[in-house]
């Protein structure tokens, strides 16, 4: 299983970036995904998880500015962030799988699969 992250960089307070988790070598399709955060010297935060079906959840820092969506013939799924902010500023990680518990992680060693991250910085 391979998850890989990309899309980060240096956005303006207010600006969007979208990132992308590619999925491989699950041996089911359509697998229930993460994305999560961890800014320097702060704990792990889960930002928005996806389930197959397609539902999507967020958590409240994030609700309303930030769109989770997957495209199942790319095993792709993607973190559409908008109104960026300075909070906003981490390392992201997408992980699998996604649970009704993932909100409660305290780290990606809680995942069974994770990505390597991608670095969101927001700043002027």
């Known amino acids: 299983v391979q998850l890989v992250e990309s899309g980060g960089g240096l956005v303006q307070p207010g600006g969007s970036l979208r990132l992308s988790c590619a999925a491989s070598?699950?041996?089911?399709?359509?697998?229930?995904i993460s994305w999560a955060r961890q800014a320097p010297g702060k704990g792990l935060e889960w930002v928005s998880g996806?389930?197959?079906?397609?539902?999507?959840y967020y958590g409240d820092s994030v609700k309303g500015r930030f769109i989770i969506s997957r495209d199942n013939a790319k095993n792709t799924v993607y973190l559409q962030m908008n109104m960026l902010k300075p909070e906003d500023t981490a390392v992201y990680y997408c992980?699998?799988?996604?649970?009704?518990?993932?909100?409660?992680?305290?780290?990606?060693?809680?995942?069974?699969?994770r990505g390597q991250g991608t670095q969101v910085t927001v700043s002027s």
């Open positions: 992980a699998a799988p996604f649970t009704s518990g993932s909100y409660a992680y305290l780290g990606l060693w809680e995942y069974d699969y």
């Open positions: 070598g699950f041996a089911f399709s359509r697998p229930a």
């Open positions: 996806i389930y197959g079906n397609g539902d999507t």
